[in-house]
């Protein structure tokens, strides 16, 4: 049922779950169901947490300046790997979450809004419509640079083409 996991891997973890003692065996499935119970939607960001603001959202250290725009919350972790983002994200460029994306931005403080959507044409077509929306928050919205090929996925890519493409990033 996993992804990813073929008939052989899933056979050889299944052995393995059934070499556990039954102590851990049933530590494992409590916290598959724990996790699918409590983890939830930053009410802020709409990254996962476990209730209330997420780490990132509550932490004082990150800047409060930066919104970097993720499609999923798999782009946040890809993101949070490279420790190049000093700011906070917002999560899902569907309709309802860039309103709350635009209400971020007219609430005030936001100087950089980083669209670190995919770079297929739906990516794309979501950083161009969002830049648009933002025009008259007179806020700085960027594009990450390629290096992440066309058509690819921000969660695929490694640290330092994520990096690269961070830097590298242009207005829009
Ligand atoms: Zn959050």
Redesign the pocket.
């Known amino acids: 049922r996993l992804p990813g996991i073929g008939g052989k891997t899933a056979q050889r973890l299944a052995f393995h779950v059934l070499s556990l003692p039954e102590e851990d065996a049933q530590a494992f499935a409590d916290a598959i169901v724990t996790a699918k119970r409590t983890v939830t939607y ?6 996962f ?1 476990a209730g209330g ?6 932490s004082p250290k990150r800047d409060n300046s930066v919104i970097c725009v993720v499609a999923d919350p798999r782009d946040v972790a890809a993101m949070e790997r490279g420790r190049e983002i000093h700011g ?2 917002h ?1 899902g460029p569907d309709d309802l979450h860039i309103k709350s994306l635009v209400e971020r931005v007219a609430a005030g403080g936001v100087e950089e809004v980083i669209m670190a959507t995919n770079p297929d044409t739906e990516g794309e077509a979501t950083a161009m419509y969002i830049a648009r929306l933002l025009k008259p928050f007179e806020v700085k919205v960027t594009r990450l640079a390629y290096g992440i090929p066309v058509g690819g996925h921000l969660e695929f890519a490694d640290d330092a083409t994520l990096a690269r493409a961070l830097e590298g990033r242009r207005e829009l």
């Not at 603001?53 to 509550?58: G, T």
Request: aromatic share 6%; hydrophobic share 25%; charged share 10%.
């Open positions: 930053c009410p802020v960001c709409r990254n947490t603001l997420c780490p990132i959202c509550s906070k994200y999560v």
